[in-house]
């Protein structure tokens, strides 16, 4: 009974296509209050070396852009030409911040988009740092989103050392808001 409960886990859908539809959303709001908060700093703030693994908080959320456009080609079957998981340099912020908004509005289009079966599809990719990977598609999205997150919490924190009070971009916050 164990083996079949298993079995049947594997099987059922990880994500909907209502799920996705919200994560993309959640996602690209999160990223634009982040952006946003950001580019409120006072000069030269963004840019300024600060004890991180990306830094400063533009490189890291440059980190998160170059990691959202490596699974976007996955998702879409094509080649990328990254090869490391953050770049040596990060173009200025507003540049950034266009292309993050241009990539998350692709996110949000690609969610609404999708075929639910798709979502269960397994995508075979090369990872940046070696190694072949596999994931399902709603697997991939669920990582963007997860990953961002991750670094978004990154650049919190890198407010305090401002100091100033970094925005607040949790889940909740959005489904208050705008859901």
């Not at 533009?58 to 996955?74: E, K, P």
Request: charged letters at 25%; glycine letters at 6%.
């Amino acid at each position: 009974m164990g083996e079949a409960r298993q079995g049947k886990r594997r099987q059922a859908r990880l994500i909907t296509k209502e799920t996705a539809s919200l994560l993309a959303r959640y996602n690209a709001w999160a990223n634009r209050v982040m952006f946003d908060a950001v580019a409120a700093l006072p000069a030269g703030e963004a840019e300024k070396p600060r004890t991180s693994l990306f830094r400063n908080m533009v490189h890291t959320l440059n980190h998160n852009y170059v990691i959202d456009r490596i699974f976007q080609a996955h998702l879409q079957g094509k080649p990328h030409d990254y090869t490391a998981r953050k770049t040596p340099d990060h173009p200025p912020l507003a540049e950034l911040a266009r292309a993050q908004e241009e990539l998350d509005a692709w996110y949000v289009r690609w969610a609404d988009a999708v075929a639910a079966p798709a979502l269960d599809e397994t995508v075979h990719f090369e990872f940046v740092g070696g190694g072949k990977g596999a994931m399902t598609r709603g697997q991939m999205l669920l990582h963007v989103v997860n990953h961002t997150s991750y670094h978004r919490g990154f650049v919190a924190d890198l407010f305090f050392q401002v100091p100033a009070r970094p925005p607040i971009t949790d889940l909740t916050v959005y489904l208050r808001d705008h859901a």
